[in-house]
């Protein structure tokens, strides 16, 4: 072959990733690829490879090309030029990349004061995706320090301090579990530090301490200021005869002291910079004393007393004996701190209050309501020699003043407070220590009429029942503050009663406008169309209110999603009109406050043609809606109205039966009135048998066994009167004839009441007789010629017996 190939990338079909299949795209001149690169394989050059190289910078995504076509033409000197296509596919694969700034060329700036920690966190580098990344520092010479986690160090003895910025630049890779990797870099400024520096107030201090000082015992203090102070002894390491505290720079004995003379060199430094620190030389002479010093009883003196111990009294007397052979007298004296010390005093050997020991202080408080002093007793002679006792007290509180109520117990609940609103809150004082270990209790408990808890540690009030019923505008609670933990003794407690005062605030109902609306739709299509919105606000305006169509929605045509009013179209075919009654109200509380708003809708369907008008509309002005208040009225009458009612029954009820009675006794039975008649005017005549007929004429006079009485079969008689109204008949006595009659008693006075019955003929035959004016007057049965038949009756309502004169 002469020469070399020439082989042309002709150009690039991408196509994007769709499933199932890969749909080619246009052309997109703008493609990653470089042109072809031809190198010879072999020498002499009898083969040629063609590269296809990705551009510099160039970005593939699967999710947005996943194939490339490229159309490859190859032309060989003397030989036939061939076009072919070459398929690169693009595969989602796992990539790392580092977000800005930190990719950036300048980095991730990272600020931070010079006074840090040692070794404290100063940044975080959290490149996507997390997990399983590893960090490299790239460049030496850094004192900060790069954990393999991201995690960017303070040097480990801190920034030195400066008053310019100092600046540390961290150039690193992260590198993923796969293998991809990505640079970055983090510039970190050390801002010059303002907190003061660390500064000894005595850097030269001569101490003297007595031989035998046992261990433990304090024997100076090194005092600095400045920020995290801390104290060490650098020398002498070895032996360690003395010991300090860190934090507070007291310097103790380790051991029991012999005479010697040591130097002490002892730093204080600041431990979140430790170089700013500052030197302090501190030298210790241990001087040696006599071993005969004073002897006391007791050695060590410890008890407590309770607050309310007077001044002046003893607490101890110490029992003291000086060396054989000492000089002078025994002498007492007390050292200790200032805020103790000044609370005893010394009378000789005896130890004694100089102060109140008022426990419920704030200084109390500060020394832990413990008091400690040591008591010096010192022999005469040279040199001096001394022992010291030392004294703790511990003072116990005594319960000495009542809880006190706050100022303004008045609080203000609306009357629609649900179930476990808060009221508010009592607050209560003692002037015991501690002043807030009070107990809170309600007098009564929680009831009907006091619905209301209050808790036993806060004095939270809260609402635990319905408010306001029976109507009211107002509670008073009676609630209880009982102190504790306040003495000694967990039986003597005090308490003290407050009266809280729970105001009800009157919930107004809910405001629309307007109150009644008339809208015409037309029904469209879809799953719902909008109507209106109800403009209703409550008091105050911020408080959300509910909405819930009450009346007119019988088959669900409408919905409510707040104030919002919406139709549901499900294929009306005529027009309608739906009346819908809104209920709105505020507040879960009870009684709810609401009000109704009446709205008017016109609904007509798309397809329904409305034929035109030509009546002419006429505006009617709208009235105002009228708001009608129902009152129901409830008469709750007084106890004595009650009473006096009940009394004025009884005695009616009383009077009644009275007069029942009384008209009981008086009336008498008719038949005993007819049998205490006959047995007074004799026997009566004789009652006919069934089936016979008494035959009485005129001239017959009375029957009788001799006159022959008739008997005939008929129809029954009229039997015999024997009762009130029943006829008698027969002569008359006195001779002449007289017409048979019908008589019933005229007139008779029973019971008090006058009754009157007719007289007729029997037959009617006879013309009826009227009865006299006077019903005590009796009124003949018949008449006789020329004068009066018998009486039917007497006076005084008694009745006679007929035909008894006939019969004798």
Not at 662 to 682: M, T
Not at 707 to 717: K, T, V
Not at 753 to 763: A, D, I, Q, V
């Amino acid at each position: 072959m002469q020469g070399s190939p020439n082989v042309t990338l002709v150009r690039v079909e991408p196509s994007t990733p769709t499933d199932p299949t890969v749909t080619p795209r246009t052309t997109e001149p703008g493609h990653p690829f470089n042109p072809i690169a031809i190198s010879a394989v072999g020498v002499p050059a009898t083969a040629f490879r063609a590269e296809v190289t990705l551009r510099a910078g160039a970005e593939l995504d699967a999710r947005r090309v996943n194939l490339y076509m490229l159309a490859l033409h190859a032309a060989c000197p003397g030989e036939e030029e061939v076009t072919k296509w070459l398929f690169v596919w693009v595969t989602a694969g796992h990539t790392l990349r580092c977000d800005a700034p930190f990719a950036s060329a300048g980095g991730d700036v990272v600020r931070v004061p010079a006074d840090v920690a040692p070794r404290a966190p100063l940044h975080v580098v959290l490149p996507q995706p997390l997990g399983g990344l590893t960090f490299r520092l790239r460049n030496d010479g850094t004192p900060l320090t790069l954990t393999p986690r991201g995690l960017v160090l303070a040097p480990a003895s801190g920034f030195s301090p400066s008053k310019d910025t100092q600046t540390f630049r961290l150039e690193m890779e992260v590198t993923d579990r796969h293998g991809h990797n990505c640079s970055g870099a983090v510039t970190v400024e050390v801002l010059p530090s303002h907190r003061p520096r660390v500064t000894i107030l005595e850097p030269r201090q001569d101490v003297t301490v007595p031989e035998g000082s046992g261990p433990l015992e304090v024997v100076t203090q090194v005092q600095a200021s400045g920020d995290n102070v801390h104290y060490a002894i650098l020398s002498p390491t070895v032996p360690a005869l003395f010991t300090i505290d860190e934090l507070t720079g007291v310097i103790r004995s380790t051991g029991r002291l012999e005479v010697a003379r040591v130097r002490l060199l002892v730093r204080a430094y600041n431990a979140l910079q430790p170089a700013d620190q500052a030197t302090a030389t501190i030298n210790v002479t241990v001087q040696g004393r006599d071993r005969q010093a004073p002897s006391c009883v007791p050695a060590l003196y410890v008890t407590q007393v309770r607050e309310t111990v007077s001044p002046g009294s003893t607490l101890v007397t110490l029992r003291c004996a000086s060396p054989a052979g000492a000089e002078g007298f025994l002498s007492y004296a007390l050292e200790g701190p200032p805020g103790s010390r000044s609370r005893f005093r010394m009378e000789g050997p005896r130890l004694q209050v100089n102060t109140t020991l008022d426990y419920d202080s704030q200084a109390m408080a500060a020394l832990g309501f413990q008091l400690t002093a040591t008591v010096v007793v010192t022999a005469g002679g040279q040199p001096p020699r001394s022992t010291r006792v030392p004294v703790l007290v511990t003072v116990t509180p005594v319960n000495e003043f009542p809880p006190e109520c706050p100022r303004g117990l008045t609080f203000t609940v609306l009357e629609t407070a649900p179930f476990g609103s808060v009221v508010g809150y009592v607050n209560g004082t003692d002037r015991d220590h501690p002043p807030d270990s009070l107990e809170y209790s309600l007098e009564g408990g929680s009831s009907p009429a006091q619905p209301f808890s209050i808790d036993t540690h806060s004095g939270e009030i809260r609402v635990v029942g319905p408010l306001g019923s029976p109507p009211r505008t107002s509670y008073r609670l009676p609630v209880r503050l009982t102190d504790t933990h306040n003495d000694l003794d967990p039986a003597n407690r005090r308490s003290h009663l407050c009266n809280v005062a729970v105001r009800l605030q009157a919930v107004p109902e809910p405001r629309c406008t307007p109150e009644v609306q008339e809208l015409w739709i037309t029904a469209g299509r879809g799953s719902r169309q909008p109507v209106t919105h109800l403009a209703c606000w409550g008091d105050p305006d911020t408080a959300a209110l509910s909405y819930a169509i009450v009346g007119g929605n019988e088959d669900g045509r409408f919905r409510l999603d707040g104030s919002a009013l919406s139709y549901v179209p499900d294929g009306l075919a005529e027009p309608r009109t739906f009346v819908l009654l809104v209920e709105v109200w505020g507040g879960p509380g009870a009684p709810r406050r609401s009000t109704v708003v009446a709205l008017v809708v016109h609904v007509t369907p798309r397809s329904t043609t409305v034929p035109a008008s030509t009546t002419a509309r006429h505006t009617t002005p709208r009235k105002k809606p009228l708001v009608v208040t129902r009152t129901e009225a409830v008469w709750r009458p007084p106890a004595w109205f009650v009473a006096v009612l009940t009394v004025s029954g009884v005695l009616l009820l009383a009077s009644l039966s009275c007069l029942a009675r009384s008209l009981v006794c008086s009336r008498r039975a008719p038949s005993k009135l007819l049998l205490a008649e006959r047995h007074r005017q004799g026997p009566a005549l004789p009652r006919p048998h069934r089936g016979t007929t008494l035959d009485l004429s005129p001239s017959q006079g009375a029957p009788s066994a001799r006159q022959g009485a008739r008997l005939a079969p008929g129809p029954a008689p009229v039997p015999w009167p024997h009762t009130r109204g029943s006829a008698s008949t027969g002569p008359i006595n006195g001779g002449g004839t007289a017409a048979p009659c019908r008589c019933e008693c005229c007139g008779a006075l029973r019971g008090g009441l006058s009754r009157r019955w007719p007289c007729r003929s029997p037959g009617g035959g006879g013309s009826p007789a009227r009865c006299p004016r006077d019903p005590r007057t009796a009124w003949p049965c018949g008449t006789r010629a020329g004068g009066r038949g018998r009486a039917c009756g007497g006076r005084g309502g008694a009745r006679q017996a007929p035909g008894r004169d006939q019969a004798g």
